[in-house]
T-cell receptor
Framework: GAGVSQSPRYKVAKRGQDVALRCDPI?????LFWYQQALGQGPEFLTY????????KSGLPSDRFFAERPEGSVSTLKIQRTQQEDSAVYLC??????????FGQGTRLTVV | GDSVTQMEGPVTLSEEAFLTINCTYT??????LFWYVQYPGEGLQLLLK?????DKGSNKGFEATYRKETTSFHLEKGSVQVSDSAVYFC??????????FGAGTRLTVKP
């Protein structure tokens, strides 16, 4: 596709439920980023992939958060045993080289 | 670690006023610097960028100059329009290639 695609756009999960968020980056983009954006805040870095290698996962808030990009293209962010504080917009971005990243529309997760 | 600090908002201006949103950074090495904009109900969009000291990024009448001596990348526009109302984020790309964002500054332009 022409841009970064994320699905679902909205997800409501019951506390304790596992969720999986998908990101389709722009074709050919080597770098892929996941961010968490709380209401009224800037994007907080979660993790970064270069192709299939997860080079930085220092932003993942707990071991309930897990991300993968097994073939260097599509990526999935998984959150296990969701908690209310996980409610946020999860943003995915991709880039080709050292330039700016292109963002998807995000997945709004609400944990009830 | 590498980080960005930007001017807290919100900022409210009248149409045709001059805009400055301050951004300073802390980084090892020589990061690339960016401004992103988020219009209401939309995703983050790249506004402009600069990759080395003294570079000036510009787009849609907005400008920012990479100042290594003051570790700053302030966003400016000479005459804002109502359509510029949005949230603006300063960001840097570290030597490790990951990107870090500021907290955002909400701009409202009144007619």
């Amino acid at each position: 596709g022409a841009g970064v695609s994320q699905s679902p756009r909205y997800k409501v999960a019951k506390r304790g439920q596992d969720v999986a968020l998908r990101c389709d980056p722009i074709s050919g983009h080597v770098s892929l980023f996941w961010y968490q954006q709380a209401l009224g805040q800037g994007p907080e870095f979660l993790t970064y992939f270069q192709n299939e290698a997860q080079l930085d996962k220092s932003g993942l808030p707990s071991d309930r958060f897990f991300a993968e990009r097994p073939e260097g293209s599509v990526s999935t962010l998984k959150i296990q045993r969701t908690q209310q504080e996980d409610s946020a917009v999860y943003l995915c971005a991709s880039s080709l080289g050292q330039g700016g990243a292109f963002f998807g529309q995000g997945t709004r997760l609400t944990v009830v | 670690g590498d980080s960005v600090t930007q001017m807290e908002g919100p900022v409210t201006l009248s149409e045709e006023a001059f805009l400055t949103i301050n951004c300073t950074y802390t980084a090892t090495g020589y990061p690339s610097l960016f401004w992103y904009v988020q219009y209401p109900g939309e995703g983050l969009q790249l506004l402009l960028k600069a990759t080395k000291a003294d570079d000036k990024g510009s787009n849609k009448g907005f400008e920012a100059t990479y100042r290594k001596e003051t570790t700053s990348f302030h966003l400016e526009k000479g005459s804002v329009q109502v359509s510029d109302s949005a949230v603006y984020f300063c960001a840097l790309r570290t030597n490790n290639n990951d990107m870090r964002f500021g907290a955002g500054t909400r701009l409202t332009v009144k007619p």
